[in-house]
């Protein structure tokens, strides 16, 4: 079985450019999160559905930082406009139900 | 709004030593914890999880709970050079979503 599928895994951008991030989950999970990471604070949540429904989105990344799951085996997550801070590495992960999950690569983003 | 604490932040052990880490969630609706382990470059994996108060071992690794306190520890005993890596505990109420704490950084001197 394929695990979560990540792209771009490298992404370098422009101060103010939008950026589009994509996710692949594993087949047949229903729970989809994307993640931040940095060394500071560590993992950051900024979005979570459940059955292709938002459960949640991240509070403090609400303004910049929107993601989708347009079916049950695709999501992005936009990030419109850009800024220096945003440059960290960003993990999607699935589960079924309230399993554990399973990550991504990540995908790696500078902001220059 | 939750927080996960994880401590220490880092950790070094001799090889074939003992390493434990703590964790403490401040959120006193959570009822599961778990484990994950990243090494450099990759992807986070999961370790293991508790939600029992009690103990948990699986060969070398051991989660203690003790869930009036919300605190979890994960021992590893004789521990190896291919345990070091950032060990990230997270909280969970109700099997919603996953918070995470900061890890600790595991370095096993060979």
């Known amino acids: 079985d394929a695990g979560v599928t990540q792209t771009p895994r490298h992404e370098v951008a422009e101060k103010g450019q939008t950026i589009i991030l994509k996710c692949e989950p594993v087949?047949?999970?229903?729970?989809l999160f994307w993640y931040r990471q940095t060394k500071i604070q560590g993992l950051e949540l900024l979005s979570y559905?459940?059955?292709?429904?938002?459960?949640?989105d991240g509070g403090a990344f609400k303004d910049r930082f929107k993601a989708e799951m347009l079916n049950s085996s695709f999501s992005t997550l936009k990030i419109q406009p850009t800024e220096p801070k945003d440059s960290a590495v960003y993990l999607c992960?699935?589960?079924?139900?309230?399993?554990?999950?399973?990550f991504g690569e990540g995908s790696k983003l500078t902001v220059l | 709004q939750q927080k996960v604490q994880q401590s220490p932040e880092s950790l070094i052990v001799p090889e074939g030593g003992m390493a434990s880490l703590n964790c403490t969630s401040s959120?006193?609706?959570?009822?599961y914890f778990w484990w994950y382990r990243q090494h450099s470059g990759k992807s986070p994996k999961m370790l293991m999880?508790?939600?029992?108060?009690g103990e948990k071992e699986e060969g070398r690794f051991t989660v203690h709970l003790n869930k009036a306190s919300l605190h979890t520890s994960l021992h590893i005993r004789d521990s190896q050079p291919s345990d070091s890596a950032l060990y990230l505990c997270?909280?969970?109420?109700?099997?919603?979503?996953?918070?995470f704490g900061t890890g600790t950084s595991l370095l096993v001197d060979p």
């Open positions: 992960a699935s589960r079924v139900n309230t399993g554990q999950l399973y």
């Open positions: 087949s047949g999970h229903n729970d």
């Open positions: 559905f459940r059955s292709k429904s938002l459960m949640e």
């Open positions: 959120d006193r609706n959570v009822d």
């Open positions: 999880s508790i939600f029992s108060n």
């Open positions: 997270a909280a969970s109420n109700m099997g919603y979503k996953l918070t």
